[in-house]
């Protein structure tokens, strides 16, 4: 097994992105270090890893880094190999749903603007929200995850989001569970594995960082 | 694969199903090509994409695959000839940050770019050229293409922008492939670009600019009223 520090993960703890990576790298069982950066405040070692975006999370293997999260679990699932089924279905066309969903959380999951607004901006952000959730619902139907029977890089991709949803259920005044159950049983099957229950935030946490964002918006 | 159903919905105008078709075209994939009117989409694609009602749509043996990205890779692991990726899980990732990069970065300036005023014009112009000269960084002086001595992902991901930025130069008067600033990444292109398989399926330059021009001149009309 490759020692620690041959894999190095640069995140930041409230992020959803590193979670994703978190959670891919305790899947496959890797040892890491974990280093923690302050984004508002970005490290020389970031800054040389990822000078195209300069941010986070970044994965250095061997000294090499690897940027944008879902590209990194992707490279996580080629590079360690478990008996466990791969984060990614073998069979290319369910390989590609895997990617076609893991994209249309990166383009249409942000309800920052549940917090961000108020009045009918606001009610507008929260519709949206549950119509984004109830589309996953369907995506979901009968199954236990996203594509299928295992737990994959699909539902990696989206269930870090899940632990705003306290911060936005009291901000926004909503109850998700009643809007979209089958999205939240969801949830809770996800966070049974260590793996995820492990690598995302207490939710209260969160609330406490949307709080200290809305003050510096000045909300 | 003898029997295989292959269909590539599509837009002639369009860089992303053009992309798609390079992929199939290097695997030897025989398939048909079905010709969207984008304002009048088939019900056929609303079918297969009802969530983005896009183009382009592969679908095999009946079955969709959306997002060209998503289809490129869907593509080179289903014809496993002529591979496009690397097989190094590094290079897989560097491949797939760049394709990500231009996708993520480009596409939204030139969109920005059809904003009002000259000076507006200049300054996404200005942020587009920092964007290709960082997209000219990842590639190497002694590497003909970003794939080695042949075409890989990277090459056939990114190549639309070597006909797209000449053309928005043309019609928004704005300099973006700027060939004393990124040398390199003009010389890529061009190469690119010149591979018969690539070459033989660039829709006409002069229709695709008047196509273009066309839809810029009506969205300014609709700001300036």
Not at chain 2, 206 to 211: I, N, T
């Amino acid at each position: 097994m490759a020692s620690s520090n041959d894999v190095v993960l640069l995140n930041f703890w409230a992020s959803p992105f590193g979670e994703r990576v978190e959670i891919a790298l305790a899947e496959k069982g890797v040892h890491y270090d974990y280093k923690e950066e302050d984004w508002a405040d970005k490290s020389s070692l970031l800054l040389q890893m990822n000078p195209v975006h300069k941010k986070l999370p970044v994965l250095i293997h061997h000294g090499k880094p690897i940027c944008e999260s879902n590209i990194i679990v992707q490279y996580i699932d080629e590079t360690w190999q478990t008996e466990d089924p791969p984060l990614l279905p073998s069979d290319p066309y369910l390989k590609a749903q895997a990617r076609f969903w893991a994209d249309f959380v990166d383009n249409k999951v942000n309800f920052s603007a549940i917090w961000r607004t108020k009045g009918e901006e606001q009610e507008r952000a929260k519709k949206e929200f549950i119509d984004l959730l109830k589309v996953l619902e369907e995506q979901l139907g009968e199954k236990p995850y996203l594509i299928g029977e295992s737990f994959g890089y699909a539902d990696i991709a989206l269930i870090p989001f899940s632990c705003w949803f306290y911060a936005v259920e009291i901000i926004g005044k909503m109850n998700i569970e009643k809007e979209c159950p089958k999205f939240i049983e969801w949830v809770k099957r996800c966070m049974e594995r260590e793996s995820v229950s492990k690598s995302l935030p207490d939710p209260h946490k969160i609330y406490e960082y949307v709080l200290e964002l809305m003050k510096k918006l000045g909300n | 694969m003898a029997g295989d159903k292959v269909k590539l919905l599509g837009f002639w105008g369009s860089p992303f199903a053009l992309r798609v078709e390079w992929a199939l075209r290097l695997k030897g994939v025989e398939y048909e090509y079905v010709e969207e009117d984008l304002s009048n989409k088939s019900p056929m694609l609303l079918q297969y994409n009802p969530l983005y009602k896009k183009v382009p749509v592969l679908v095999h043996n009946g079955k969709p695959i959306m997002e060209s990205l998503v289809i490129i890779e869907y593509i080179d692991e289903t014809w496993k000839n002529r591979p496009l990726l690397p097989i190094d899980p590094f290079e897989r990732a560097t491949s797939r940050f760049w394709a990500k990069f231009v996708d993520d970065k480009f596409v939204p300036l030139i969109i920005k770019m059809s904003s009002s005023t000259r000076e507006q014009k200049d300054k996404v112009a200005e942020e587009a050229r920092e964007v290709l000269k960082t997209l000219e960084s990842s590639l190497n002086q002694n590497k003909p293409f970003y794939g080695g001595k042949i075409l890989g992902f990277m090459d056939i991901a990114v190549a639309w922008i070597g006909i797209w930025a000449p053309m928005l130069e043309k019609i928004i008067d704005i300099k973006l492939l700027d060939e004393e600033y990124m040398p390199l990444l003009n010389t890529w292109f061009r190469d690119v670009l010149e591979v018969l398989v690539i070459k033989e399926c660039i829709p006409p330059l002069d229709k695709l600019l008047a196509h273009y021009k066309d839809y810029y001149d009506r969205f300014m009309a609709t700001k300036s009223n």
